[in-house]
């Protein structure tokens, strides 16, 4: 008889059979079990040559219809002269006298659990299960013991076993289910488009040969079915656990929702988690997890299993509002169902700091290595994104601001808030006449004081004070930058700025390559793929540690005569002419909406350029319908700024700024669009920031300029330039309004489809061009 495997780690099946009461605040459970690891290695050294630590153990046993495939890490296995000691260590804040035996079952659960696995293994016939508590606060230790038998091990291990049977037959039922939709899976389109068939034998043949791909897939190509279909298949085949579909917006989350559902929708059954931060899933007025306060988190474990048990068996996609649908009938918080959910889905969709962020990363899925797969869309974004993720800065007014908002009688943490910010203060007067300074190697005599005062500040928000809110936002920076300190290596840099009397401190990752890499290699496969990823060797040094064996460029599906492309060579925006270039920039502007009545966009490098060239725009033609990005819109702003993309009696001209929100992600069909114009090559500003990524990848690759500053900017060109043609019957023109781009450094960076540019000098040649070129869809 064919067993169906179950695999699952002693933590987990204890955790689900006897965890109750309430949910742990988020600053407990993530910050304190991160606290934890270290105490665990602190306490594991002490324990000498006859403690072993860390010890792996694994155990397959048959029950009914059932493989069961258990294993875990044992904290402890101490060698005793007449016994065996399996150790169990368990952080806890809870006040030193109060901890006892009985205190928790679940501890126990999970150390005869691994107690049960070593005394198999190495028929011992008896084994003495030790708990360790350590309490956070007072850094005291309190031990207990228990004897047990083999076969007392055996009958509650078999216990355990009986209690998940239940659950593991729903899975079962429900993969069996499952597979067979999988296998019975066709491509959910009447046809291939041109390069979808290649790009999804390539994201295939990465998971067979547990790779890593690098695809650039054009606009039109249909990216997110290439690399779900087949992720999917190798799922039903048994190759991959699990898939994680993973974005940087949430309007291309959306793509792969609605891509999911439509699968769903023609007979697919897989259960598909989609994720959402947790500030938009909480149904309180206010955030606050203090049990005491949201009555979600109070008792959440003594609702959880019957509720998981309903949403799981009703439903096959869920997201943020099923998920606080449930939260409210049967009232758990949304969003930590969403992640206990997620342990039983297929599919996860959710944002990259899931996987990547050392701070918030899903530490259930990537503690140990599983076979999923990692499919990363618009990976051009997560270059700047790793970044963000692997850097951490201090400023010393809010540390200032942290000393103001604590009691006046925590003289501890305020005795080293005031320490911290001295040594701020000197960091700063250390600075050159730029008020700069940089340095390859972390400031360890500051971390010393920020791990004191991080220890001091765990203590103090154990009670209720008046700006515990305030002081936990504190908290975080302070422990965001002592966790990035423990990832520093040469790919990291320190620097520090002083503004007035005001000081910055950073830990800056100048490349995320390896650490990016140490999660990638969690799994099984990654698929790195974006329209625009050029050069792919920028983006291969700077997302993948080591020699990128996989890489895909696919050519455009649509018909390059519905694209007009044109290099406007009589125009210079370097900085020291952009006061000039601004005069010519409106008159081609002007040229080139009157041509074709409809709605054009123009991007600019930057806010300021583009105000100064509104205001002269503005004056020279005041009857011109001209729309301006905001700086700071939100969601409803937004909207409305894309509902103007509408059929116009005059024509309609938007200013907007390379790489904002109306860059990349969104999709101009039809006549919605008929002309883009990008001003410049999209180079970031030049600052001490970029100049230390310029000197690093000078040294790294002899190409530091290009890192640096050309090849980012470039990325942020192509992707404005991809608003224009979203679908086969779309057509209009782009012009590049920059000299640079005819030069040898940037014609490579144009992707094959967008080649076939004519070069124009003055408004007279672009209103012939594109006169000529409009009498054709006239």
């Given at each position: 008889m064919h067993l169906f495997q179950v695999k699952l780690s002693v933590k987990a099946l204890a955790e689900f059979l006897y965890q109750h009461g309430d949910l742990t605040s988020a600053f407990l459970s993530s910050e304190r079990a991160n606290l934890g690891s270290r105490i665990h290695r602190l306490l594991q050294k002490r324990g000498g040559d006859a403690y072993q630590s860390e010890v792996f153990l694994k155990e397959t046993t048959d029950y009914q219809e059932i493989r069961f495939v258990i294993d875990g890490r044992a904290d402890g296995i101490i060698q005793e002269e007449n016994s065996v000691v399996v150790d169990e260590i368990k952080t806890t804040a809870i006040d030193?006298?109060?901890?006892?035996?009985?205190?928790?079952?679940?501890?126990?659960?999970?150390?005869y659990g691994y107690a049960y696995l070593y005394a198999n293994q190495h028929e011992q016939m008896d084994m003495i299960i030790q708990l360790t508590y350590y309490q956070i606060d007072t850094d005291e230790i309190k031990q207990f013991r228990r004897h047990k038998t083999f076969v007392e091990l055996r009958d509650f291990y078999l216990g355990m076993l009986e209690q998940y049977y239940q659950w593991a037959m729903r899975s079962h039922n429900f993969q069996t289910l499952r597979d067979a939709s999988l296998r019975a899976l066709a491509f959910p389109f009447s046809s291939y488009r041109s390069g979808q068939r290649e790009m999804a034998i390539a994201v295939y043949k990465t998971i067979l040969d547990e790779d890593v791909m690098f695809a650039q897939a054009p606009t039109g190509i249909g990216k997110t079915i290439s690399v779900l279909f087949p992720a999917l298949k190798a799922l039903g085949e048994g190759k991959l656990e699990r898939i994680f579909y993973l974005s940087a917006k949430t309007i291309t989350a959306n793509v792969a929702k609605h891509t999911m559902k439509q699968m769903l929708d023609q007979g697919l059954h897989c259960k598909v988690v989609a994720l959402t931060a947790k500030?938009?899933?909480?149904?309180?007025?206010?955030?606050?997890?203090?049990?005491?306060?949201?009555?979600?988190a109070k008792g959440y474990y003594d609702r959880l299993r019957p509720a998981l048990m309903a949403l799981l068996e009703e439903h096959d996609f869920m997201d943020q509002p099923l998920f606080q649908e449930y939260g409210k009938t049967h009232q758990l918080c949304p969003f930590e169902l969403s992640l206990d959910s997620a342990l039983s889905a297929d599919v996860i969709i959710c944002d990259y700091n899931y996987v990547f962020d050392p701070r918030v990363y899903l530490k259930r899925f990537f503690?140990?290595?599983?076979?999923?797969?990692?499919?990363?869309?618009?990976a051009h974004n997560m270059v700047d994104r790793a970044r963000t993720m692997y850097s951490a800065q201090l400023?010393?007014?809010?540390?200032?601001?942290?000393?103001?908002?604590?009691?006046?009688?925590?003289?501890?943490?305020?005795?080293?808030t005031r320490k911290l910010s001295t040594a701020l203060k000197q960091a700063g007067a250390a600075c050159d006449e730029r008020g700069f300074m940089a340095y390859h190697e972390p400031n360890n005599d500051l971390l010393q004081i920020i791990a004191q005062l991080h220890k001091e500040l765990d203590r103090y928000l154990q009670q209720e004070h008046e700006n515990n809110d305030e002081i936990t936002t504190l908290f975080f920076e302070l422990l965001g930058y002592e966790r990035i300190a423990e990832l520093y290596d040469e790919h990291f840099i320190t620097w520090v700025k002083q503004e007035g009397k005001d000081v910055t401190i950073k830990q800056f990752c100048l490349n995320p390559a390896r650490s990016l890499t140490k999660m990638i290699q969690m799994g099984k496969?990654?698929?790195?793929?974006s329209a625009t990823l050029s050069p792919i060797r920028y983006f291969t040094d700077l997302l993948l540690e080591g020699e990128c064996?996989?890489?895909?460029?696919?050519?455009?599906?649509?018909?390059?005569?519905?694209?007009?492309?044109?290099i406007h060579r009589g125009i210079d925006t370097r900085y020291q002419h952009r006061f000039a270039s601004i005069e010519p920039i409106i008159r081609t502007i002007d040229t080139a909406i009157h041509e074709k009545i409809g709605n054009y966009i123009v991007f600019f490098p930057s806010y300021a350029y583009l105000k100064q060239t509104a205001e002269c725009f503005k004056q020279h033609y005041p009857d011109t319908h001209l729309e301006i990005q905001d700086a700071d819109m939100d969601e409803t702003q937004k909207q409305a700024f894309l509902d103007l993309f509408q059929a116009?009696?005059?024509?309609?001209?938007?200013?907007?700024?390379?790489?904002?929100?109306?860059?990349?992600?969104?999709?101009?069909?039809?006549?919605?669009?008929?002309?883009?114009?990008?001003?410049?090559?999209?180079?970031?500003?030049?600052n001490a920031e970029s100049d230390l990524l310029r000197d690093y990848f000078e040294q790294a690759y002899g190409k530091g300029y290009a890192y640096a500053y050309q090849y980012p900017g470039m990325n942020k060109v192509l992707q404005a330039a991809g608003r224009l043609i979203r679908d086969r019957s779309d057509y209009g023109f782009i012009l590049f309004m920059d000299d640079r781009y005819l030069s040898a450094q940037y014609r490579p960076l144009f992707p094959l489809h967008m080649r076939h540019y004519e070069c124009i000098d003055n408004e007279v040649q672009l209103k012939e061009t594109l006169h000529q070129f409009w009498k054709e869809y006239l």
């Open positions: 030193f006298t109060a901890i006892h035996e009985d205190m928790n079952f679940t501890h126990w659960a999970q150390a500030e938009k899933m909480c149904l309180m007025d206010e955030k606050n997890c203090d049990p005491d306060v949201c009555p979600y503690s140990e290595p599983s076979d999923h797969i990692l499919l990363i869309d618009e400023k010393r007014s809010r540390i200032q601001e942290l000393y103001r908002l604590l009691d006046p009688d925590s003289k501890v943490c305020r005795r080293l496969a990654a698929v790195y793929f064996r996989k890489k895909l460029a696919l050519p455009s599906p649509f018909d390059p005569k519905r694209c007009k492309l044109l116009q009696a005059e024509s309609m001209v938007c200013f907007c700024v390379l790489g904002g929100m109306f860059a990349e992600g969104i999709d101009f069909k039809g006549e919605a669009l008929i002309g883009v114009m990008i001003v410049g090559v999209g180079l970031p500003q030049i």
